[in-house]
């Protein structure tokens, strides 16, 4: 059975933090865990990068040109966690990048048993809160919250995903 994390979060990351992704990219390859990713400057390109460097496996969702499928179920999904403007009045370009971040979720198929394990993002602030301005991390970690998958935001449980991760086989 594959295993597939989120490896996500924002183009600001600090430093430290993406060196920290780097590191975990490489090690989730090594334990055969799949990276699911947006391919973004900061978080996701620092993940990949580790993942890359083991030769690890990923699915990258590549914001450049957004040419993979519309499917109902994601936007489906998708409208239940804009919270502060409704997916239905967003523009085309916006519901894909939105649509994006539920494959990195659960892939492109919805297949139940190939959803993420887990997401560990950076953003700044809590991505449940209305109002927050975390980008289109706050839209993965809100449908991994829905769908009771844990998340580990490393700027506030950094200890937290090192003890989870520990637990890895």
């Given at each position: ?6 490896g ?5 990351t ?7 992704m ?7 390859g ?53 919270w ?8 085309g ?25 887990f ?24 449908i ?26």
């Open positions: 059975m594959k295993r597939y994390y989120a996500i979060g924002s183009r600001s600090p430093t430290s933090v993406l060196e920290q780097n590191r975990i990219g490489s090690y989730m090594k334990r055969s865990y799949i990276l699911r990713s947006g391919h973004a400057i900061g978080a996701d390109k620092a993940f990949e990068d580790g993942c890359d460097v083991i030769g690890g496996e990923k699915e990258i969702w590549h914001p450049e040109g957004l040419f993979f499928p519309l499917h109902e179920w994601a936007l489906d999904l998708a409208s239940t966690v804009c502060e403007y409704p997916l239905e009045k967003m523009k370009y916006t519901i894909k990048l939105i649509t994006r971040n539920m494959y990195q979720i659960f892939g492109e198929d919805n297949n139940d048993k190939e959803h993420v394990d997401v560990v993002y950076w953003c700044k602030g809590d991505p449940m809160e209305k109002g927050n301005k975390s980008g289109g991390t706050r839209y993965a970690v809100r991994a919250n829905e769908y009771g998958i844990p998340t580990y935001n490393l700027r506030t449980e950094s200890k937290e995903f090192a003890d989870f991760i520990r637990t890895l086989r």
